[in-house]
């Protein structure tokens, strides 16, 4: 696997959970100094290499969600037996202590950055053509998975908001870009709301396709309850979009309302509306936020400074 300039050779399990459980435990045998598991599933796996490989170092990847309501207990015990748990954002972190029951000192924050290779893809992109059915007019863009599950990230909401806003706005487009067993139930949404002619739902686009809307859009929005961090919207402001995100999570600590776009309550139309209006109503006002929103990704949010700030905790654990 290649990423930016550095090539990582490793080693699948073809997909087989015992497989990978016993190659995790062959490795233990090795005497490995430090082990990071990237998910809180894999906890007991690490907990159970710690016996055979007892002076071993492991960190703990948390992303969100997952770790927002209590795990099951064995998950929950190997968890706080980890070295160091790792959270993307303080919500996350102080859930992490709040409701799995890991020690304070135990966890840190450590924000993601943007992928290696992003500008790259990105200056790649820029050219590319829309897809066929991007509609033409004034565009609010969200993205991400249209599950059943994933509700929370709060597309209804944004089709609720659309007849209030196509008052003022009769040229306003929501595009959906994404794919899920949910869409049937969102197209219904939008024909329910009298607003299906201004909903488009893209699937299957390529990352050239994703840049050009991004580019043909005013606003990225994404009213979510459930973000442990929010990459995505890091992924807009890159691009110098205001963006409006959950009020919820870690959210608001990649957001921040009123300088880089909005932060709104999740289910509640009315509040995405307004924030909506202020920047379709204000393009200035929108650019500079989208501008503060590509100057803050620079100065904390770009590869090399997640990957400084991962190396300092792998060397302080390395040289206990």
């Known amino acids: 696997m290649r990423v930016a300039e550095r090539e990582f050779v490793f080693t699948g399990a073809a997909r087989s959970k015992a497989r990978f459980a016993a190659t995790a435990l062959r490795v233990g045998r090795r005497q490995p100094k430090l082990v990071l598991a990237a ?23 948390t992303h969100g969600i997952e770790v927002w309501e209590p795990l099951s207990p064995m998950r929950r015990r190997a968890l706080r037996r980890a070295t160091l748990v790792l959270a993307p954002s303080r919500a996350t972190a102080e859930l992490l202590v709040s409701v799995q029951g890991v020690a304070p000192q ?27 059915n991007f509609p033409k007019g004034r ?17 209804d909401t944004l089709i609720s908001a659309m007849p209030r806003l196509l008052m003022q706005w009769p040229d306003l487009q929501l595009v959906m870009i994404g794919s899920g067993d949910d869409r049937d139930w969102l197209e219904g949404a939008a024909r329910e709301s009298g607003v299906r002619r201004h909903v488009h739902f893209l699937s ?33 402001m890159a691009r110098s ?5 959950g009020a919820h999570g870690g959210a608001p600590e990649v957001v921040q309302d009123g300088i880089t776009g909005y932060v709104v309550q999740h289910g509640d139309p009315e509040q995405l509306a307004t924030s909506i ?11 500079q936020m989208g501008a503060r929103g590509r100057q803050r990704v620079d100065n904390e949010y770009r590869f090399p400074i997640f990957a400084k700030a991962f190396k300092k905790i792998l060397r302080e654990l390395c040289e206990y």
């Not at 209006?277 to 200035?284: F, G, T, Y």
């Open 39 to 61: 998910h809180p599933n894999l906890a007991p796996l690490v907990q159970a290499m710690s016996v055979i490989a007892p002076r071993m170092k492991s960190i703990i990847c």
């Open 106 to 132: 135990k966890v840190r924050v450590l924000p993601w950055g943007l992928d290696p290779d992003f500008e790259t893809k990105l200056s790649a992109g820029s050219g590319a053509e829309l897809p066929e």
């Open 139 to 155: 565009v609010v863009l969200t993205v991400g998975r249209w599950l059943t599950t994933e509700r929370y990230k709060g597309m």
């Open 204 to 236: 299957g686009i390529s990352y050239q396709e994703l840049s050009a809307c991004y580019a043909a859009s005013e606003i990225f929005a994404l009213p979510s309850r459930g973000e442990g961090f929010g990459f995505v919207y890091l992924e807009a």
């Open 241 to 245: 979009k205001p963006v409006i995100g």
């Open 277 to 287: 209006h202020a920047l379709l109503s204000d393009p200035a006002l929108a650019k």
